[in-house]
C-alpha cells in the first residue's frame, strides 16, 4: 500500500541523486508527514485530514512521481488491462492520496481499491477483504448472508458476529447506537474503495471497540462520471446486476447505483436476495465549502442453511440438519431442526446523511449528520425464537484538523461523535417456521459519545511522535413492554420432533436495565522514516468496548425442541426464565504493537504485530445444543497476532501476492478453562493470488485461500475444524473500449470443508456445529462502461 510521493521520487529517480535527495528530506522537519502529489482525496474518506472533494486540481510538478514495481497492499491489486473507458484517472489519483497517508500512520491500516474486487462473478464481502491480514471474513452461508467478521478478537464468539467493528458509509456508521450492525448491509459492489483501520486506529473515528473499523467508500460523479452496467451469474442459481450513472457539472455532481442479486444457494435451504439502491450529490458552495448529501436502501434476506455436525458435513455438505435424534433413549446429534424451524433473516436499512467540509488555509472542519432505520426479522431456531427489531439512529460529527502545508496527516486533529436511538423490539415463538405467540417486548434505547484528540509531532529529523486520548461514555436501557403475568412457551416431542406437545407458560419476569459504561482510551505512537520507502513504527494503546443490547438481554433456557423458558420439552409448568439480563462490564484491553512497511526494488511488505492484555472479554456462550447461554465477561484473556502483506513483481507480466494472518487468542488461568484457546479463532490463514497479465487486454489468476491447521470451535478445545486449501481461479479480458467479460472457478478441486463454524462453550463430537463452504462454482459476466 505505499505509494511513491513526489518527496520520494527525488529519492529513487537515479543513484546519482540519492545523497542530494536525502539531505532535502533530512532538512524537513516533519519528515513523516510528507508533502503530496496534487491528488484529490476519495470523496468520503474517514483517512486523517480527508476532505470531500467534487474534482482534481492538477498542479504541474517538476518530476513526475514513479510508480513502484509492487504495492504492498494488503488486499492484493488486480492491476486493470486498460482503463475503464469512461472513467477518468480520479479514482486511482484519488485513492493514491489515501495510500499515502496509509504509508506514515503508526497503525494497521489497509486499502482495498474497487479494481480488486470489481469485476468478480461471486461478489461478496468475503471476497472483497481476503487479501487483507488481520481481517478474518469467514463465509456462514454463501451469497449475500452474513458472514463472521473479526478483526484482533473483538466480536469472535458471538453466533451471528454483530459486534466488534465500527462499519462505515461515507464516514458515518451504520451501527446502531449500541454498536451491533447487521454486516450485509455493506456491499462492496457499491464502495469506491474499502479503507480497514484495525484497533486503536479507529478510535478517530468514533470507534468504542477493541477490533477497528471499515469504511465503504462511495464513488461520485467527479471520480466515475458515465454510466456503467454489469451482469453475471453462475452456479447455485446466482443471478447478479448491478449499475451506476455519474455526472459533473459545474460546481455540482451526482451518482446514482444500484444492486440486485439472487441465489438459489449451495444447499438444500440456502436462498438469498438483495436489493441496494443508493446515489450522492454534492455541490461546491464557495472555494472553501464543499458538502456532499448521500442516501441508500438496502433489503436483504437469506435461509439460516445452519451447521451440521463433522461426520454429516464430509458425508454430504449439501444437507441441512433436522435436529437431534434418540437413540436407544440417548439424544445423539444436538443441533437445530432447521428443516422444521425454517431459520431466516429479512432486513432492510434506509440511510440518509450529509457531510460538510471547510478549509481555511491549513484549517479543516468537518461536519456531518446521519440517519438510519432499521427493520429486523431474524427467525432463529425454536431455542431462541423470531425476534423483531424496528428503530432509528442519529448520529452528528464534528471534526476539527490543522494541516499545514498539505502535509499528509494533520499536526493535530480532534473528533466529536454522538450516536443515539431507540428500537422496539418482540419475541416470538418459532412454531413450525412460522411466527408464532409474543413472549416478549422490550423498548430498547442506546447513546454512545465518543471524543478524540490527537497529534503528529516530528520530533527528530525522521522521527514523529502521535500522541492520543479518547473518551467514551455510553446508555443502554431496557424498558420491559411485556403487559402478560407469563410468557407462552411450546415444545416437541424429542423422539418425534414434527410432535407438538402441549403447550406452556412461565412466570413474566421484569427484564428492565439501566446500564452506563464509561473509560479512557490513550495511545502513544512513535515512527521512524529512515528513507522514503520505509516506515517502521511503535505504540501502545489502551481499547473500551461496552456491550451490546444483544449482549444485555438474551433468550435463554430453549433446546432444540423447545422455547426459551422450556428447558425440559416434556414438561410445559417445569419454572425456568425465558431471558437472561447479565450485568455485564465493558471489556478493556491494553495493547502494544510495532510494524514495517517498505519497499525494495520488485519486493514490497507490510507487517504489524501486536499482543492485547484483554480484562473483561465479552463472550456470548452456548450449550452442547447451540442454544444461547447468554453473554458473559471473561476473566482475563490475551490476543496475539501478525498481520503481513508482501507483493513481488516477478517478471514484467508476473506477480505475486501473500496476505498471512496469525492468531493465537487465550484465556489466563481461567477456573474453568485454564489457558485454552478461545474458541472460532483460526490459527493461521493464508491467502496468496498469482497475477499473469498475458496481454495488454487479457490477465489471468490464480489464487489459494488456506487455513493450515485446525480451528477449536469450543472454548475447552475438545472439538475441532479440519484444515483444507481452495483454490480459486479468475480470468478477464476487454472486448474492447466499452465491453469488459471475466470469469471464475471457485474451489475448483471441490473441496468438501467447513468455511465457518458455530462457537460453543463446551462441545460434543456429534455437535452439530460445522458450516460447509461451497463446492466447485462456475460465475462469468460482463460490464459496459460509457
Not at 479480458?733 to 472457478?745: A, L, M, S, W
Request: hydrophobic content about 35%; glycine content about 10%; charged content about 15%.
Amino acid at each position: 500500500m505505499n505509494v511513491v510521493t513526489h518527496a520520494e521520487a527525488v529519492v529513487v529517480a537515479g543513484r546519482d541523486q540519492r545523497g542530494v535527495g536525502r539531505r532535502r528530506l533530512l532538512a524537513i522537519p516533519a519528515a513523516l508527514l510528507l508533502s503530496s502529489v496534487s491528488h484529490a482525496c476519495l470523496a468520503q474518506s474517514a483517512t486523517p485530514g480527508s476532505t470531500i472533494s467534487l474534482e482534481t486540481i492538477v498542479v504541474e510538478e517538476s518530476r513526475r512521481p514513479v510508480r513502484p514495481p509492487a504495492r504492498a497492499r494488503t488486499s492484493l491489486p488486480t492491476r486493470p488491462m486498460a482503463p475503464e473507458p469512461a472513467l477518468t484517472n480520479l479514482s486511482e489519483q484519488a485513492a493514491d492520496k489515501v495510500r499515502n497517508r496509509f504509508t506514515v500512520l503508526p497503525g494497521g491500516v489497509a486499502l482495498v481499491p474497487q479494481q480488486d474486487y470489481a469485476n468478480a462473478g461471486n461478489p461478496t464481502l468475503a471476497a472483497a477483504l481476503s487479501g487483507v491480514p488481520g481481517v478474518v471474513v469467514q463465509s456462514f452461508f454463501g451469497g449475500n448472508d452474513q458472514p463472521r467478521i473479526q478483526i484482533r478478537g473483538s466480536g469472535l464468539q458471538q453466533n451471528p458476529v454483530e459486534r466488534g467493528v465500527l462499519v462505515l458509509f461515507n464516514g458515518l456508521p451504520i451501527n446502531r447506537a449500541d454498536g451491533s450492525y447487521i454486516v450485509g448491509f455493506a456491499n462492496p459492489r457499491q464502495a469506491e474503495s474499502l479503507e480497514v483501520y484495525r484497533g486503536y486506529m479507529a478510535n478517530r473515528l468514533g470507534a468504542t471497540v477493541l477490533g477497528g473499523a471499515i469504511n465503504f467508500v462511495s464513488p461520485t460523479g467527479s471520480t466515475q462520471p458515465g454510466s456503467q452496467l454489469t451482469v453475471s451469474g453462475g452456479s447455485f442459481g446466482q443471478i447478479n446486476t448491478s449499475g451506476q450513472t455519474g455526472f459533473k457539472k459545474d460546481n455540482a455532481d451526482g451518482l446514482l447505483q444500484f444492486d440486485t442479486g439472487h441465489r438459489s444457494g449451495f444447499r438444500d435451504y440456502n436462498s438469498s436476495e438483495r436489493v441496494s439502491v443508493n446515489g450522492n450529490v454534492g455541490v461546491a458552495l464557495s472555494e472553501n465549502v464543499r458538502t456532499r448529501v448521500f442516501m441508500g436502501y438496502t433489503d436483504l434476506g437469506f435461509d439460516v442453511a445452519g451447521p451440521l455436525t463433522k461426520n454429516a458435513l464430509y458425508a454430504n455438505p449439501r444437507q441441512v440438519a433436522t435436529g437431534p435424534t434418540v437413540n436407544a433413549g440417548t439424544s445423539i446429534n444436538p443441533g437445530p431442526n432447521v428443516v422444521r424451524d425454517k431459520p431466516r433473516r429479512d432486513a432492510s436499512q434506509f440511510l440518509v446523511g450529509n457531510r460538510t467540509t471547510a478549509t481555511f488555509d491549513a484549517h479543516l472542519i468537518d461536519v456531518a449528520f446521519g440517519y438510519t432505520y432499521t427493520d429486523d426479522t431474524f427467525r432463529f431456531p425454536i431455542s431462541s425464537g423470531v425476534r423483531t427489531t424496528k428503530g432509528g439512529d442519529f448520529t452528528g460529527l464534528l471534526r476539527y484538523a490543522y494541516n499545514p502545508v498539505d502535509a499528509l496527516l494533520p499536526l493535530f486533529e480532534t473528533t466529536a461523535q454522538y450516536t443515539v436511538g431507540s428500537a422496539d423490539r418482540g419475541n416470538f415463538l418459532n412454531q413450525g417456521g412460522q411466527t408464532g405467540a409474543q413472549f416478549g417486548a422490550s423498548e430498547l434505547r442506546a447513546q454512545t459519545l465518543a471524543l478524540f484528540a490527537g497529534a503528529n509531532l516530528p520530533v527528530w529529523q525522521q522521527f514523529v511522535l502521535s500522541p492520543g486520548i479518547s473518551y467514551a461514555y455510553a446508555t443502554r436501557d431496557n424498558d420491559d413492554q411485556y403487559s402478560l403475568a407469563r410468557r407462552s412457551t411450546i415444545a416437541y416431542s424429542p423422539a418425534s420432533p414434527a410432535t407438538l406437545l402441549p403447550n406452556g407458560s412461565v412466570p413474566t419476569q421484569d427484564t428492565s436495565y439501566s446500564r452506563r459504561y464509561s473509560g479512557w482510551s490513550p495511545s502513544l505512537a512513535l515512527s521512524y522514516r529512515p528513507d522514503a520507502l520505509q516506515t517502521f513504527f511503535i505504540a501502545g494503546s489502551h481499547s473500551f468496548e461496552p456491550p451490546t443490547h444483544d449482549d444485555l438481554i438474551a433468550t435463554v433456557n430453549g433446546t432444540p425442541n423447545s422455547s426459551p423458558g422450556r428447558p425440559n420439552p416434556a414438561n410445559p409448568a417445569f419454572v425456568s426464565a425465558a431471558f437472561a439480563t447479565p450485568n455485564l462490564k465493558a471489556q478493556t484491553a491494553n495493547t502494544v504493537e510495532g510494524g514495517w512497511r517498505g519497499r525494495a526494488d520488485r519486493f514490497s511488505w507490510d507487517v504489524v504485530t501486536y499482543y492485547s492484555w484483554v480484562d473483561n472479554e465479552l463472550l456470548s456462550l452456548r450449550d452442547v445444543t447451540g442454544a444461547s447461554l447468554g453473554a458473559i465477561n471473561a476473566d482475563r484473556t490475551t490476543h496475539f497476532g501478525v498481520e503481513l502483506g508482501a507483493g513481488v513483481k516477478i517478471t514484467e507480466r508476473l506477480s505475486g501476492r501473500i496476505a498471512y494472518t496469525y492468531q493465537d487468542f487465550r484465556f489466563v488461568d481461567d477456573s474453568l478453562r485454564g489457558n485454552n484457546r478461545l474458541g472460532g479463532a483460526p490459527p493461521h490463514l493464508i491467502y496468496a493470488q498469482l497475477q499473469f497479465q498475458a496481454t495488454d487486454a487479457w490477465k489471468m489468476q490464480s489464487a489459494v485461500r488456506w487455513s493450515p491447521a485446525k480451528v477449536p470451535v469450543d472454548n475447552m478445545n475438545t472439538l475441532y475444524a479440519d484444515a483444507y486449501a481452495v483454490v480459486d481461479l479468475r480470468s478477464e479480458y476487454q472486448i474492447d473500449k466499452h465491453f469488459r467479460v471475466f470469469g471464475e472457478v471457485t474451489n475448483l478441486f471441490n473441496k468438501t470443508y467447513a468455511s465457518s463454524t458455530l462457537v460453543v462453550d463446551q462441545a460434543r463430537a456429534d455437535q452439530a456445529a460445522f458450516l460447509p463452504g461451497d463446492g466447485r462454482g462456475f460465475y462469468a459476466g460482463i460490464k459496459a462502461t460509457f
